[in-house]
């Protein structure tokens, strides 16, 4: 079974990838790690060295890699926002999931993971964050297959919700 999980930074991708993953003993891959697994560097790092212009480069060629792997997959937030990545996610052979999360929510998780973690949040601050979100929400629901909302949910709620709705 190929699962992806599309959503905005804060929803809960890798979390819900891992439980997935665990449930369903599918193997997993997350394309922020991958940029660790690959170069060493956290995303914050990679950032910091090269800018976000060659993060998206390595973000599409480790799409190509992941979907052609095939398991459960954790996008990064802005993975489907390239129009070619996103033709990839629809063209390849897996479900694909929206984790939809409220402002409120987002705003607590990108609060508590730290602002360290994230070099857009650290850029556009919480307003351009926000505003960022409701950019995207339009391209999120576009290539969902099944959207979930998230809000106050734990994980094990979300793949149960999950697993039902595919
Ligand atoms: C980004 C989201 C991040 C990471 C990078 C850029 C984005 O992933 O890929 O910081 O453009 O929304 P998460 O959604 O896992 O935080």
Request: glycine letters at 8%.
């Amino acid at each position: 079974m190929n699962i992806t999980l599309i959503g905005f930074m804060g929803s809960g991708k890798t979390t819900v990838a891992n439980a997935l993953s665990q449930q369903l003993e599918i193997e997993q891959n997350d394309l922020d790690e991958m940029v660790l697994q690959r170069t060493g560097l956290t995303i914050p790092e990679y950032f910091e060295q090269y800018g976000e212009a060659k993060f998206r480069k390595l973000e599409m060629d480790n799409l190509q890699l992941a979907l052609a792997t095939g398991g459960i997959l954790s996008t990064g937030g802005g993975t489907p926002m390239q129009a070619n990545n996103f033709k990839l996610i629809q063209e390849a052979n897996t479900a694909t999931v929206f984790l939809n999360a409220q402002d409120n929510t987002i705003t607590h998780h990108l609060i508590h993971d730290g602002i360290e973690e994230r070099p857009l949040f650290k850029q556009l601050g919480i307003d351009g964050i926000i505003k960022l979100k409701h950019e995207r929400q339009l391209t999120y629901e576009q290539l969902a297959d099944v959207i979930i909302d998230v809000d106050h949910k734990s994980p094990e709620l979300i793949v149960n919700e999950l697993m039902e709705k595919l």
